[in-house]
């Protein structure tokens, strides 16, 4: 499983179960002899995944500042998808949807009711503007997967985009962007390789 995760964050989902087992140092027969397919050791990987986002937000929830605590969730996320090419394929990739690999309904109607006091508490101290709740999470995470790794040269320009999702959120205060835009050079590339199919 360790390899797994290993290959499906540096490759993301196109890793095959061969990737695997040369990771693992093992022949590919030891990986189908543990798992019927790469399906379910997707989906072990990010039901454990969903595990890790329920214990982030605990420690969200222990920080005192409602909004602070909101921000630390998202940065905290958001960090760990940009890192895992596999997890942000999964949970917002072109193959989700019913039938794909991926978290249980379970699991994200537990992720959601974990997360409802986080935003209740935010709600309630006037942070956060109205309207705004847990599902909202889904949505704002579907767009900046589609900026994790957009920049080589800049692989944290995700975090502008957060911070501006974020004052979309807020109801007042907002700071200043933490990295600048992409440059036009780095704009152009970047939409024509979204034109051609190759980004």
């Known amino acids: ?25 093992v022949g590919v027969g030891t990986v ?32 005192e500042d409602p909004w602070q605590a909101i921000v630390a969730f998202f940065e905290v996320t958001a960090a760990n998808q940009a890192r895992d090419r596999g ?21 994200a109607a537990t992720l959601v009711a974990t997360l409802q006091p986080l935003f209740e508490r935010a709600a309630a101290a006037g942070v956060i503007r109205d309207g705004v709740t847990a599902t909202d999470i889904w949505p704002i995470f579907t767009m900046l997967n589609s900026v994790y790794g957009l920049s080589e040269a800049n692989p944290d320009l995700w975090r502008r985009y957060l911070t501006l999702l974020l004052d979309g959120l807020r109801a007042t205060d907002r700071g200043a962007l933490p990295v600048p835009p992409l440059d036009v050079a780095a704009f152009t590339a970047a939409v ?3 034109d051609s199919g190759t980004g």
């Open 1 to 25: 499983m360790q390899a797994a995760r290993e290959v499906f964050a540096r490759k993301g989902l196109s890793a095959t179960l061969e990737d695997i087992a040369a990771q693992a140092g």
């Open 32 to 63: 189908y002899r543990n798992f019927a397919s790469k399906r379910e050791i997707v989906e072990t990987l990010y039901d454990e995944a969903i595990e890790s986002a329920l214990a982030d937000v605990q420690d969200a929830l222990a920080i």
């Open 87 to 107: 997890l942000g394929e999964t949970l917002h990739g072109p193959g989700h949807g019913p039938g794909a690999a991926g978290p249980s309904q379970l699991a």
């Open 192 to 194: 024509s390789r979204a």
